[in-house]
């Protein structure tokens, strides 16, 4: 493929872009609901080894999702219809993937109850041939790239974890078979591979070595017990794991920790932790599967997890006790009671049946709930799974034997550092009690992992504390800057103090005692100093406290930089190479990289008006080649993957998704400038309808929640399951506006009103919207807004609003049902900016709450409820409902059975996207009205009488 400057390029789409632009609507059609499901999502990509191949995920809307994999030089591309998973071999020259099936055909497995079972595609890079293996579960190639794995499914009906599996070479093609296998796990760059064995019976369970290399099979353990969680030494043939066993005593599952080490040398040498035959080392506590085991950088230690053990409850062995008992009396009782059993019996039975049943006393159905429970019942039930698994770190010393317990009860949440040089250990405990409504704090504590010692790090810290790469120092936020600590000299300083910089994001939501910031960029190589940013800029910092220095100036123009690892295996920033930056107008949203060696100031690499990304990073390099691929796109221009060299102005097109979009009409987007009734400047994106004439006034949906411009240039695939889809609307007509929403303190909905009313001014001052024609929507804290809004202007026709808080006063004692925690939280420290309780600002709270001035209600409101909301109270919407059946307020309220915050059943997504645009297309364009938005439809009409049509995609 021919390989443009990447300068010249963007010319090129954007030439293209703004023909598109000019196509008039008699030229080019919109869209309508049969051309939605050809609709293309751009997907995660894998960038191989060499940086030759990139496998795209691509789905779309009718579901008929494939995987692409591409050759980033040229136009050469493999099509896998329903791939996914794709893994590249070490070596670059294979890729494995899953393949699936369609939808209609999942449906029709389903329905005959058979199971779905996928696929497994391997392709050779090299020659291109292809082949499908059937019924794969699991592949994973060798760690030297010359062997591939695969994994058959378990038996239908099986109690065991045991499947067949397979061992292929890939350069001869010649495989081995294995059975009964549970897992597998190769060598870490090695061609050793382990796998459990868990058979029907137990028999023959154990743990295999594999060496494909010499065809040899070795059995490193054998027993009538699970073998969980292999685990290999990084860069060694030092392998771990864990096995099962039971007792009368306990009600849990505990575990043996085997290790080998060296077993690329003859046997290896074993090593056992049996706390059964040294009950000194774990007294009372098991060794957990929900750790894996790891292992330090020099084999000299195996981390393992534990947790107390889990006793028979004492009823449970006294009530087996009784039965034997009453049994041996009913035996007895028997033969003494032979002839006068005919009365006493018949009379027992008549009025209680048998009365061996009554011995059976059920347990009832209750839960205690104590206003003095520090974790509310609903929050402990949650995470009952979570709190079931908590468990703390434990060294295990393989020289000596040793067994170091790490945790302790200073240990509510623990992690092992980089370096394995210490454990860190937060203890929330002192300050449980305020946490109930207030920011969590907690003491942080490290633990030396050679000898056990523990020091206190800091006191009364909120935001997370991160070790540095090679366990030396821990850093944390706290007040306005950032601090350190020395593990290996205790010294505890502040790093940023007198900087300069700006390290507090007050855009996000503050706390009433920390306020939050714009995070980490990460470390440079021997700890020597941490990137960290402020608003704008990337800053290095010393992290003994020596000082620090600005690496970009983003300041100076409103320009946000952030340092980006193109290199995902890189765990710190070279300090002998460049570094890559991101880059972000705050004010002009053109974005792109920027690069510059530590102490040099940054040269732009690419600036555009586009968003710049890539799934889990901006930017990525391929890991033996200086080959880099990022990802682009604009409203009207569907995201593609670019490949390119270092200085990423050689740029190419490597996917091309929605290329049918040319065939049709598209909007535009554009920002608005003003500022709030408090002076604060702000922006907002106005996306113009697809088929937009110069001269005309159209009608506007407004779209908001709190900070939405940043979406300029985000594409929206037309997809009605995304029920508030924004393209679909631009189709329909409409423009589109996403204002940015900030607040003042305990006053969320007005900051809200006095921050809308001049963004659609500031719109309507262009003249091309219709101001009698304008329509008010959100979700969740947006569809508060909404609801908070039309009780206070009039300024809207019509206002749709999905899950909205209505009532703060009564959502403030409710709980936010899928976590279990209360909603009072909500409102004191976070996205409710309200600080304190309802009784202590009584005027805050009732003036901020929708249902309290639904007198003032005039603009004609739609509103959704899932009726299992775990999010926001069902019974808000219910209040709102019935205060407007009493006032006598224009309002319909759409309640979906069973579904939660976000409506997740196809059927219901649909219903609720056409109904949203049949409500704004009455008032809106005064499209006849059908009755549910008039008058309402009865209940029997409604389960019994003719179903409403709704739109479906094809």
């Known amino acids: 493929m021919k390989s443009l400057s990447y300068n010249h390029l963007l010319v090129i789409l954007a030439v293209g872009a703004a023909c598109a632009a000019e196509a008039s609507a008699q030229q080019k059609p919109t869209l309508t609901p049969d051309d939605y499901g050809q609709w293309e999502t751009l997907g995660q990509a894998t960038l191989s080894p060499d940086g030759l191949w990139l496998a795209v995920g691509i789905s779309r809307v009718n579901d008929e999702d494939e995987l692409r994999v591409h050759r980033t030089d040229s136009d050469s591309v493999v099509v896998v219809p329903f791939g996914r998973s794709p893994r590249f071999s070490e070596d670059g020259g294979w890729l494995a993937y899953a393949i699936g099936i369609s939808p209609d055909e999942r449906e029709a497995l389903q329905e005959r109850r058979e199971p779905v079972r996928n696929d497994m595609g391997l392709l050779n890079l090299r020659t291109g041939e292809q082949e499908t293996i059937e019924d794969i579960s699991s592949f994973s190639f060798s760690g030297d790239g010359r062997h591939l794995a695969l994994r058959r499914y378990e038996p239908e009906e099986q109690e065991s974890a045991g499947a067949d599996a397979i061992v292929r070479s890939l350069a001869s093609g010649a495989s081995i078979s294995f059975g009964n296998v549970a897992a597998l796990a190769w060598q870490d760059e090695g061609h050793l591979l382990a796998m459990t064995v868990d058979a029907e019976d137990r028999v023959g369970n154990g743990v295999r070595l594999y060496d494909p290399e010499s065809g040899r099979i070795r059995s490193l353990d054998t027993g009538e017990a699970e073998y969980r969680e292999l685990s290999w030494r990084e860069e060694a043939a030092d392998l771990a794991v864990l096995k099962t066993y039971t007792d009368d005593e306990h009600e849990d599952t505990a575990h043996v920790a085997l290790a080998w080490r060296n077993l690329d040398q003859g046997e290896g040498e074993a090593l056992v932790l049996d706390p059964r035959e040294s009950p000194t080392l774990l007294p009372g506590q098991r060794v957990v599967e929900h750790r894996a085991p790891s292992w330090s950088g020099d084999g000299s230690i195996l981390f393992l997890g534990y947790q107390e053990r889990i006793p028979v409850p004492e009823d449970e062995g006294e009530r087996e006790e009784e039965a034997e008992g009453d049994e041996a009396e009913g035996d007895a009782g028997e033969g003494d009671a032979e002839g006068e059993e005919d009365e006493e019996g018949e009379g027992e039975e008549g009025e209680g049946g048998d009365a061996g049943d009554d011995?059976?006393?059920?347990?009832?159905?209750v839960e205690i709930w104590h206003s003095f429970d520090v974790d509310p019942v609903p929050q402990q039930r949650v995470r009952e799974r979570q709190l079931r698994q908590r468990n703390q770190i434990g060294a295990w010393h393989l020289g000596d034997g040793r067994f170091l317990m790490l945790g302790g009860d200073r240990a509510d949440q623990t992690t092992l550092l980089e370096g394995e040089g210490h454990v860190l250990n937060r203890d929330e405990t002192p300050y449980d009690v305020d946490a109930m409504f207030n920011q969590q704090f907690y003491d942080l504590y490290a633990v030396d992992t050679g000898s056990g010692a523990e020091s206190l790090v800091r006191e009364r810290i909120t935001l997370a504390a991160q070790g540095s790469p090679e366990g030396r120092y821990v850093v944390w936020f706290e007040g306005e800057d950032w601090w350190s600590h020395d593990l290996s000299s205790g010294e505890t300083r502040n790093i940023t103090e007198g900087l300069g910089g700006t390290f507090v994001n007050l855009d996000l939501t503050p706390t009433r005692e920390q306020m939050p910031a714009f995070g980490l960029a990460g470390w440079t190589e021997g700890d020597q100093s941490v990137l960290i940013n402020d608003r704008w800029d990337v800053w290095e910092v010393q992290a003994d406290g020596s000082g620090g220095r600005r690496l970009t100036k983003g300041a100076e123009n409103e320009v946000r930089h952030r340092a980006l690892r193109p290199d995902p295996e890189a765990e710190a920033f070279d300090p002998g190479e460049p570094i890559y930056y991101s880059t972000y107008g705050e004010w002009t949203k053109e974005a792109g990289f920027s690069r510059a060696r530590l102490g040099s100031?940054?040269?732009?690499?690419?600036?555009?008006?586009?968003?710049?990304?890539?799934?889990?990073?901006?930017?990525?390099?391929?890991r033996d080649a200086d080959v880099f691929v990022f990802r682009r796109e604009r409203f009207d221009d569907s995201p593609d993957y670019f490949a390119s060299g270092p200085d990423l102005d050689d740029a190419s097109q490597v996917t091309r998704t929605n290329p049918f979009q040319d065939d049709y009409a598209w909007g535009r987007t554009e920002l608005v400038e003003?500022?709030?009734?408090?002076?604060?400047?702000?922006?907002?994106?106005?996306?113009?309808?697809?088929?937009?004439?110069?001269?005309?006034?159209?009608?506007?949906?407004?779209?908001?929640?709190?900070?939405?411009?940043?979406?300029?240039?985000?594409?929206?695939?037309?997809?009605?399951?995304?029920?508030?889809?924004?393209?679909?609307?631009?189709?329909?007509?409409?423009?589109?506006?996403?204002?940015?929403?900030?607040?003042?303190?305990?006053?969320?909905?007005?900051s809200n009103v006095e921050t809308l009313r001049p963004a659609v001014a500031a719109v309507l001052e262009t003249g091309l919207v219709d101001p009698e024609r304008i329509g008010l929507i959100g979700h969740s804290w947006g569809g508060y807004q909404t609801t908070f809004f039309v009780t206070?202007?009039?300024?809207?026709?019509?206002?749709?609003?999905?899950?909205?808080?209505?009532?703060?006063?009564?959502?403030?004692?409710?709980?936010?049902?899928?976590?279990?925690?209360?909603?009072?939280?909500?409102?004191?420290?976070?996205?409710?900016?309200?600080?304190?309780?309802?009784?202590?600002?009584?005027?805050?709270?009732?003036?901020?709450?929708p249902v309290h001035h639904i007198e003032t209600l005039n603009t004609p409101l739609l509103m959704m409820f899932g009726t299992e909301d775990g999010a926001v109270e069902f019974n808000q919407g219910v209040e709102f409902y019935n205060a407007a059946r009493r006032a006598g307020k224009h309002m319909v309220m759409l309640v979906y059975e069973g579904e939660n915050h976000g409506l997740a059943e196809e059927p219901n997504q649909l219903d609720y996207q056409s109904r949203i645009l049949e409500w704004f297309g009455h008032y809106l364009k005064g499209d006849p009205a059908p009755d549910w938005i008039t008058k309402g439809v009865p209940y029997l009409l409604q389960k019994d009488g003719p179903r409403t049509k709704r739109r479906v995609v094809s």
């Not at 040269?603 to 710049?612: F, K, N, P, W």
């Not at 929206?716 to 940015?740: A, K, L």
Request: aromatic letters at 18%.
């Open 792 to 849: 206070q202007d009039n300024l809207f026709a019509s206002a749709v609003a999905g899950a909205p808080l209505t009532n703060l006063m009564s959502m403030y004692l409710s709980f936010y049902w899928n976590s279990g925690g209360t909603d009072a939280r909500i409102f004191e420290i976070s996205q409710g900016r309200m600080q304190v309780p309802w009784w202590e600002d009584w005027d805050s709270y009732f003036n901020n709450s």
């Open 674 to 750: 003003y500022e709030n009734e408090w002076g604060r400047r702000l922006q907002g994106a106005l996306t113009y309808p697809a088929d937009y004439e110069p001269g005309q006034q159209y009608p506007m949906i407004v779209y908001h929640y709190e900070l939405l411009s940043q979406g300029l240039h985000q594409y929206q695939v037309p997809d009605p399951t995304r029920y508030y889809n924004q393209q679909i609307w631009t189709h329909e007509g409409y423009f589109v506006f996403r204002p940015d929403v900030v607040y003042r303190d305990r006053r969320p909905g007005q």
């Open 601 to 622: 100031d940054p040269e732009a690499l690419v600036r555009d008006d586009a968003s710049y990304g890539f799934f889990g990073g901006a930017l990525r390099k391929a």
């Open 359 to 365: 011995d059976e006393e059920e347990r009832a159905g």
